[in-house]
DNA sequence: CTTAACCTTATCGTTAACGTAAAGGTTGGT
DNA sequence: ACCAACCTTTACGTTAACGATAAGGTTAAG
Protein backbone atom coordinates (compact mmCIF):
# COMPACT_ATOMS: atom_id res chain seq x y z
CA UNK A 1 0.00 0.00 0.00
CA UNK A 2 1.23 3.71 -1.09
CA UNK A 3 0.23 6.43 -0.06
CA UNK A 4 -0.60 9.25 -2.66
CA UNK A 5 2.56 10.99 -2.49
CA UNK A 6 4.46 7.96 -3.26
CA UNK A 7 2.31 6.53 -5.77
CA UNK A 8 1.63 9.47 -7.49
CA UNK A 9 6.23 9.96 -7.75
CA UNK A 10 6.90 6.50 -9.04
CA UNK A 11 3.31 6.99 -11.77
CA UNK A 12 5.47 10.46 -12.79
CA UNK A 13 2.33 12.72 -11.79
CA UNK A 14 1.63 15.17 -8.91
CA UNK A 15 -0.89 14.16 -6.66
CA UNK A 16 -3.06 16.60 -7.11
CA UNK A 17 -3.50 14.88 -10.49
CA UNK A 18 -4.59 11.83 -8.76
CA UNK A 19 -7.46 13.43 -6.65
CA UNK A 20 -8.52 15.02 -9.65
CA UNK A 21 -8.69 11.57 -11.60
CA UNK A 22 -10.77 10.29 -8.51
CA UNK A 23 -12.96 13.18 -9.15
CA UNK A 24 -13.59 12.03 -12.60
CA UNK A 25 -14.24 8.54 -11.58
CA UNK A 26 -10.63 7.09 -13.49
CA UNK A 27 -9.02 5.64 -10.47
CA UNK A 28 -10.24 4.71 -6.65
CA UNK A 29 -8.05 4.56 -4.08
CA UNK A 30 -7.76 0.86 -2.50
CA UNK A 31 -8.34 1.92 1.03
CA UNK A 32 -9.04 4.76 2.37
CA UNK A 33 -8.70 5.35 6.01
CA UNK A 34 -10.61 6.71 8.65
CA UNK A 35 -8.48 10.18 8.72
CA UNK A 36 -9.31 10.36 4.99
CA UNK A 37 -5.47 9.24 3.96
CA UNK A 38 -5.59 7.37 0.22
CA UNK A 39 -3.80 4.10 0.39
CA UNK A 40 -3.20 2.72 -3.29
CA UNK A 41 -1.65 -0.75 -4.52
CA UNK A 42 0.65 -1.64 -6.73
CA UNK A 43 -1.54 -2.39 -9.58
CA UNK A 44 -2.75 1.20 -9.79
CA UNK A 45 0.60 1.90 -11.01
CA UNK A 46 -0.61 0.24 -14.65
CA UNK A 47 -3.79 2.23 -14.94
CA UNK A 48 -1.61 5.86 -14.25
CA UNK A 49 0.64 4.55 -17.14
CA UNK A 50 -2.85 3.96 -19.53
CA UNK A 51 -4.49 7.28 -18.70
CA UNK A 52 -0.94 8.95 -19.22
CA UNK A 53 -0.28 7.54 -23.03
CA UNK A 54 -4.04 7.37 -23.64
CA UNK A 55 -3.78 11.09 -23.04
CA UNK A 56 -0.41 11.63 -25.16
CA UNK A 57 -1.99 10.64 -28.25
CA UNK A 58 -5.03 12.84 -27.78
CA UNK A 59 -7.18 10.98 -25.84
CA UNK A 60 -9.44 13.40 -23.32
CA UNK A 61 -9.95 11.96 -19.66
CA UNK A 62 -13.91 11.76 -20.82
CA UNK A 63 -12.61 9.40 -23.60
CA UNK A 64 -10.37 7.75 -21.04
CA UNK A 65 -12.98 7.42 -18.72
CA UNK A 66 -15.24 5.19 -20.66
CA UNK A 67 -12.49 2.98 -21.59
CA UNK A 68 -10.12 2.48 -19.10
CA UNK A 69 -11.92 0.42 -16.81
CA UNK A 70 -12.21 -2.11 -20.34
CA UNK A 71 -8.58 -2.67 -19.65
CA UNK A 72 -8.88 -4.05 -16.21
CA UNK A 73 -12.31 -5.04 -15.38
CA UNK A 74 -12.22 -8.71 -16.31
CA UNK A 75 -14.42 -9.31 -13.39
CA UNK A 76 -17.20 -7.17 -14.08
CA UNK A 77 -20.95 -8.72 -14.32
CA UNK A 78 -21.88 -10.80 -17.47
CA UNK A 79 -24.21 -8.33 -18.73
CA UNK A 80 -21.98 -5.28 -18.68
CA UNK A 81 -19.93 -7.35 -21.34
CA UNK A 82 -21.54 -6.75 -24.26
CA UNK A 83 -22.13 -3.27 -23.67
CA UNK A 84 -18.40 -3.08 -23.39
CA UNK A 85 -17.61 -5.30 -26.58
CA UNK A 86 -19.51 -2.45 -28.83
CA UNK A 87 -17.96 -0.18 -27.26
CA UNK A 88 -14.37 -1.48 -27.38
CA UNK A 89 -15.23 -1.82 -31.24
CA UNK A 90 -15.97 1.34 -31.83
CA UNK A 91 -12.98 3.13 -30.30
CA UNK A 92 -11.19 0.62 -31.58
CA UNK A 93 -12.10 2.12 -34.95
CA UNK A 94 -11.02 5.63 -33.84
CA UNK A 95 -7.87 4.58 -32.90
CA UNK A 96 -7.40 3.20 -36.56
CA UNK A 97 -8.40 6.61 -37.78
CA UNK A 98 -5.77 8.09 -35.74
CA UNK A 99 -3.23 5.67 -36.79
CA UNK A 100 -3.93 6.18 -40.48
CA UNK A 101 -3.82 10.06 -40.28
CA UNK A 102 -0.80 10.04 -38.40
CA UNK A 103 0.68 7.87 -41.09
CA UNK A 104 -0.75 9.63 -43.72
CA UNK A 105 1.04 12.98 -41.81
CA UNK A 106 4.18 11.04 -41.12
CA UNK A 107 4.74 9.62 -44.65
CA UNK A 108 4.44 13.48 -46.36
CA UNK A 109 6.83 14.99 -43.92
CA UNK A 110 9.20 12.33 -45.16
CA UNK A 111 8.21 13.46 -48.68
CA UNK A 112 9.22 17.11 -47.73
CA UNK A 113 12.97 15.85 -45.84
CA UNK A 114 13.66 14.03 -49.00
CA UNK A 115 12.80 16.79 -51.70
CA UNK A 116 14.60 19.31 -49.16
CA UNK A 117 17.32 17.36 -48.81
CA UNK A 118 18.22 16.62 -52.78
CA UNK A 119 17.39 20.29 -53.42
CA UNK A 120 20.31 21.39 -50.74
CA UNK A 121 22.62 18.64 -51.78
CA UNK A 122 22.36 19.89 -55.18
CA UNK A 123 22.56 23.47 -53.92
CA UNK A 124 25.02 22.98 -51.72
CA UNK A 125 27.37 20.46 -53.70
CA UNK A 126 30.82 22.65 -53.23
CA UNK A 127 30.89 22.96 -49.33
CA UNK A 128 29.03 19.33 -48.46
CA UNK A 129 30.79 17.19 -46.13
CA UNK A 130 28.77 14.18 -45.67
CA UNK A 131 27.13 12.27 -48.67
CA UNK A 132 23.38 12.67 -48.57
CA UNK A 133 20.34 11.16 -47.11
CA UNK A 134 21.06 8.69 -44.61
CA UNK A 135 17.08 7.88 -43.71
CA UNK B 1 -11.36 34.55 -53.95
CA UNK B 2 -13.35 33.64 -50.94
CA UNK B 3 -14.72 35.49 -47.62
CA UNK B 4 -13.72 34.42 -44.64
CA UNK B 5 -17.64 32.85 -43.68
CA UNK B 6 -17.53 31.00 -46.97
CA UNK B 7 -14.71 29.33 -46.65
CA UNK B 8 -15.32 28.51 -42.75
CA UNK B 9 -17.87 26.68 -43.85
CA UNK B 10 -16.12 24.67 -46.49
CA UNK B 11 -13.38 23.76 -43.86
CA UNK B 12 -16.14 22.69 -41.33
CA UNK B 13 -14.45 25.58 -39.04
CA UNK B 14 -16.25 29.13 -37.86
CA UNK B 15 -14.47 32.03 -38.75
CA UNK B 16 -13.71 33.14 -35.38
CA UNK B 17 -11.47 30.13 -35.48
CA UNK B 18 -9.95 31.03 -38.66
CA UNK B 19 -9.23 34.61 -37.09
CA UNK B 20 -8.05 33.13 -34.05
CA UNK B 21 -5.60 30.94 -36.18
CA UNK B 22 -4.50 33.59 -38.34
CA UNK B 23 -3.59 35.23 -34.74
CA UNK B 24 -1.09 32.42 -34.05
CA UNK B 25 0.32 32.44 -37.49
CA UNK B 26 -1.06 29.61 -38.73
CA UNK B 27 -2.81 31.39 -41.42
CA UNK B 28 -2.69 34.47 -43.72
CA UNK B 29 -5.48 35.93 -45.84
CA UNK B 30 -4.66 36.12 -49.54
CA UNK B 31 -5.55 39.64 -49.46
CA UNK B 32 -7.48 41.87 -47.07
CA UNK B 33 -9.21 44.56 -48.39
CA UNK B 34 -8.62 48.31 -47.25
CA UNK B 35 -12.01 47.65 -45.58
CA UNK B 36 -10.86 45.20 -43.35
CA UNK B 37 -12.42 42.20 -45.01
CA UNK B 38 -10.35 38.85 -45.39
CA UNK B 39 -9.94 37.43 -48.63
CA UNK B 40 -8.30 33.54 -48.89
CA UNK B 41 -7.57 31.09 -52.37
CA UNK B 42 -8.88 28.12 -52.27
CA UNK B 43 -5.85 26.28 -51.32
CA UNK B 44 -6.13 27.92 -48.34
CA UNK B 45 -8.83 24.74 -47.31
CA UNK B 46 -5.72 22.33 -47.81
CA UNK B 47 -4.32 23.75 -44.79
CA UNK B 48 -7.22 24.67 -42.77
CA UNK B 49 -7.84 20.79 -43.66
CA UNK B 50 -4.63 19.74 -42.39
CA UNK B 51 -4.95 21.63 -39.13
CA UNK B 52 -7.79 19.62 -38.34
CA UNK B 53 -5.98 16.48 -38.66
CA UNK B 54 -3.29 17.39 -36.96
CA UNK B 55 -5.27 18.52 -34.07
CA UNK B 56 -7.58 15.59 -33.92
CA UNK B 57 -4.68 13.58 -33.42
CA UNK B 58 -3.03 15.69 -30.20
CA UNK B 59 -1.04 18.40 -31.52
CA UNK B 60 -1.48 21.14 -30.15
CA UNK B 61 -1.88 24.82 -32.45
CA UNK B 62 1.74 25.66 -31.04
CA UNK B 63 2.61 22.34 -32.02
CA UNK B 64 1.13 22.59 -35.60
CA UNK B 65 2.11 26.22 -35.64
CA UNK B 66 6.04 24.65 -36.11
CA UNK B 67 5.10 22.64 -38.95
CA UNK B 68 2.34 23.50 -40.96
CA UNK B 69 4.88 25.82 -43.20
CA UNK B 70 6.89 22.87 -43.69
CA UNK B 71 3.79 21.62 -45.80
CA UNK B 72 2.95 24.39 -47.92
CA UNK B 73 6.39 26.32 -48.13
CA UNK B 74 8.74 24.90 -51.22
CA UNK B 75 9.86 28.89 -51.84
CA UNK B 76 11.46 28.98 -48.51
CA UNK B 77 14.96 30.90 -48.11
CA UNK B 78 17.75 27.99 -48.23
CA UNK B 79 19.29 28.80 -45.27
CA UNK B 80 16.01 28.30 -43.56
CA UNK B 81 15.56 24.83 -45.11
CA UNK B 82 18.11 23.13 -43.06
CA UNK B 83 16.45 24.45 -39.62
CA UNK B 84 12.91 23.17 -41.03
CA UNK B 85 14.77 19.66 -42.06
CA UNK B 86 16.36 19.45 -37.96
CA UNK B 87 12.79 20.00 -36.57
CA UNK B 88 11.13 17.74 -39.61
CA UNK B 89 13.07 14.67 -38.09
CA UNK B 90 12.04 15.49 -34.83
CA UNK B 91 8.77 15.69 -35.52
CA UNK B 92 8.52 12.65 -37.53
CA UNK B 93 10.15 10.48 -34.44
CA UNK B 94 7.20 12.12 -32.67
CA UNK B 95 4.89 11.00 -35.07
CA UNK B 96 6.72 7.75 -34.79
CA UNK B 97 6.08 7.02 -31.36
CA UNK B 98 2.53 8.14 -30.90
CA UNK B 99 1.41 5.73 -33.93
CA UNK B 100 3.38 3.31 -31.54
CA UNK B 101 1.27 4.05 -28.84
CA UNK B 102 -1.91 3.59 -30.56
CA UNK B 103 -1.04 0.77 -31.81
CA UNK B 104 -0.57 -0.77 -28.52
CA UNK B 105 -3.57 0.54 -27.23
CA UNK B 106 -5.17 -0.52 -29.92
CA UNK B 107 -3.65 -4.79 -30.00
CA UNK B 108 -4.65 -4.41 -26.13
CA UNK B 109 -8.21 -3.50 -27.00
CA UNK B 110 -8.14 -6.48 -29.78
CA UNK B 111 -6.96 -8.87 -27.22
CA UNK B 112 -10.05 -7.53 -24.21
CA UNK B 113 -12.62 -8.02 -27.45
CA UNK B 114 -11.37 -11.65 -27.55
CA UNK B 115 -11.23 -12.66 -24.11
CA UNK B 116 -14.74 -11.13 -23.90
CA UNK B 117 -16.24 -12.50 -26.74
CA UNK B 118 -14.64 -16.07 -25.89
CA UNK B 119 -16.44 -15.87 -22.60
CA UNK B 120 -19.72 -14.72 -23.78
CA UNK B 121 -20.03 -17.39 -26.35
CA UNK B 122 -18.83 -20.31 -23.78
CA UNK B 123 -21.17 -19.39 -21.29
CA UNK B 124 -24.11 -18.44 -23.53
CA UNK B 125 -24.01 -20.71 -26.26
CA UNK B 126 -27.65 -21.76 -26.09
CA UNK B 127 -29.05 -18.55 -26.93
CA UNK B 128 -26.05 -17.75 -29.39
CA UNK B 129 -27.24 -17.07 -33.01
CA UNK B 130 -24.17 -16.27 -34.47
CA UNK B 131 -21.12 -18.24 -34.52
CA UNK B 132 -18.44 -16.65 -32.34
CA UNK B 133 -16.24 -13.78 -33.37
CA UNK B 134 -16.03 -12.39 -36.75
CA UNK B 135 -12.61 -10.11 -37.16
C1' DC C 1 5.73 14.03 22.60
C1' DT C 2 7.76 16.64 19.35
C1' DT C 3 8.48 17.71 14.71
C1' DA C 4 9.39 17.29 9.77
C1' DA C 5 7.21 15.51 6.15
C1' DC C 6 3.39 14.08 4.71
C1' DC C 7 -1.82 14.25 4.03
C1' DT C 8 -6.70 16.49 3.79
C1' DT C 9 -10.43 19.73 1.64
C1' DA C 10 -11.34 24.12 -0.37
C1' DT C 11 -10.61 27.66 -3.45
C1' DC C 12 -8.62 30.52 -6.70
C1' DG C 13 -5.49 30.85 -10.85
C1' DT C 14 -3.85 29.31 -15.59
C1' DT C 15 -3.42 27.78 -20.51
C1' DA C 16 -5.61 26.37 -24.80
C1' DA C 17 -8.86 26.89 -28.16
C1' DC C 18 -12.17 28.70 -29.17
C1' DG C 19 -17.73 30.53 -28.26
C1' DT C 20 -20.54 34.35 -27.72
C1' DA C 21 -22.43 38.61 -27.60
C1' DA C 22 -21.79 43.95 -28.40
C1' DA C 23 -21.52 47.75 -31.39
C1' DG C 24 -20.79 49.06 -35.59
C1' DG C 25 -19.05 49.12 -40.78
C1' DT C 26 -19.57 46.66 -45.71
C1' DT C 27 -21.58 44.25 -49.66
C1' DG C 28 -24.60 43.32 -53.09
C1' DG C 29 -28.96 42.65 -54.95
C1' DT C 30 -33.38 44.99 -55.68
C1' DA D 1 -31.00 54.34 -51.35
C1' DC D 2 -32.20 50.37 -48.75
C1' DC D 3 -31.78 46.25 -46.13
C1' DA D 4 -30.49 41.52 -45.13
C1' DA D 5 -26.56 39.15 -44.69
C1' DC D 6 -22.30 39.50 -44.23
C1' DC D 7 -17.88 41.47 -42.13
C1' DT D 8 -14.89 44.06 -38.51
C1' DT D 9 -12.62 44.61 -33.68
C1' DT D 10 -13.09 44.27 -28.71
C1' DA D 11 -13.92 41.86 -24.80
C1' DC D 12 -15.79 38.80 -21.67
C1' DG D 13 -17.18 33.64 -21.00
C1' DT D 14 -16.15 28.54 -21.14
C1' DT D 15 -14.09 23.85 -20.84
C1' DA D 16 -10.17 20.88 -19.74
C1' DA D 17 -6.67 19.53 -16.90
C1' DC D 18 -4.52 20.52 -13.80
C1' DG D 19 -1.04 24.14 -10.58
C1' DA D 20 -0.70 26.76 -6.52
C1' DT D 21 -1.68 28.43 -2.22
C1' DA D 22 -4.19 28.37 2.33
C1' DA D 23 -5.40 26.42 6.65
C1' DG D 24 -5.27 22.70 9.07
C1' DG D 25 -5.02 17.39 10.46
C1' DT D 26 -1.85 12.83 10.39
C1' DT D 27 2.19 9.84 10.46
C1' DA D 28 6.27 7.98 11.87
C1' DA D 29 10.87 8.48 13.32
C1' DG D 30 13.62 9.83 17.25
Redo the contacts with the bound molecule.
Keep these: M ?7 KQAG ?9 EQ ?1 GLIT ?1 SE ?7 YYEEDTLAIITR ?1 RNL ?1 HVG ?6 KDVIGLYFTLKKPLEAKEKTLVYLDKHLNEINVKIKMLQKAKSELQEQINVTQQRLSQLGVKGQKNGGPKN
Excluded at 2 to 8: D, Q, R, S
Excluded at 59 to 64: A, C, K, P, R
Design positions: YKIGEIAVTPRTLRYYLPVSTTGYRIKLTLDEI
